[in-house]
């Protein structure tokens, strides 16, 4: 009588003896992984799934726990933690997206506020003149905002400066800071964070 084999070499071993096969070439081989699967979660983070197979193949036998359970790593791009295969010099494209998006609102802001300390000037010196109607509803509201908004930054400067014959700079010397501040931004502080 003909005996029909089944699944190739396995065909004619009990299932014990495939689990124990399989455990033996799980510790007689180091896994590899297989290809993965990105998978993305809250939080800023991906989740990873991949597969262990035995001597570098996909293990097909389902009883051979070692080989074929999956393998979950969340991984938080903050924290820069990379797959195994990763190099150590690679950077989170997420995060330099980040760095750029935060330094680009800084710069922004200091934009704003130095054409609103450009503004206050001007609008001193027409005051100062009486050029504009100081008796204007609208135009105190400007200048009151004006004022609650640069007198705090320019008063420190303004104390540090030397009499000057009641001309003041200190609009100026903020102005350099600000230019400072903005070039440091760009020129040193990115690269050596990117």
């Known amino acids: 009588m003909t ?8 065909g004619d071993r009990t299932p014990d003896l495939v689990i124990a096969n399989d455990a033996l070439s799980q510790l007689s081989y180091s896994p590899t992984p297989l290809p993965k699967r990105e998978v993305p979660s809250s939080g800023g983070r991906i989740l990873e ?3 262990l197979s035995c001597q570098g193949r996909y293990c ?7 080989c074929s359970q999956n393998i979950k790593l969340r991984i938080h791009h903050r924290l820069h933690l990379f797959l195994p295969e990763a190099t150590a010099t690679s950077r989170p494209i997420v995060t330099e997206a980040f760095m750029i998006a935060l330094f ?3 710069d922004l802001a200091l934009d704003i506020y130095t054409w609103i300390i450009i503004a206050s000037a001007i ?5 100062a ?11 105190a509201s400007v200048g009151e905002f004006l004022y609650k908004v640069t007198e705090p930054v320019l008063r420190p400067i303004r104390n540090l400066l030397p009499n000057l014959g ?3 700079i200190s609009p100026i010397i903020l102005l350099l800071i600000i230019f400072f501040i903005r070039q440091f931004m760009w020129t ?5 964070l990117l």
């Open 3 to 10: 005996r029909k084999i089944f699944g190739g070499a396995e």
């Open 166 to 168: 009641g001309i003041d």
């Open 49 to 51: 799934t991949f597969t």
């Open 104 to 106: 680009r609102t800084i």
């Open 123 to 127: 609008f001193s010196w027409l005051y």
């Open 129 to 139: 003149f009486n050029v504009v109607n100081s008796s204007n509803r609208f135009v």
């Open 188 to 192: 040193t502080l990115l690269p050596i």
């Open 60 to 66: 097909r036998n389902r009883a051979c726990f070692g």
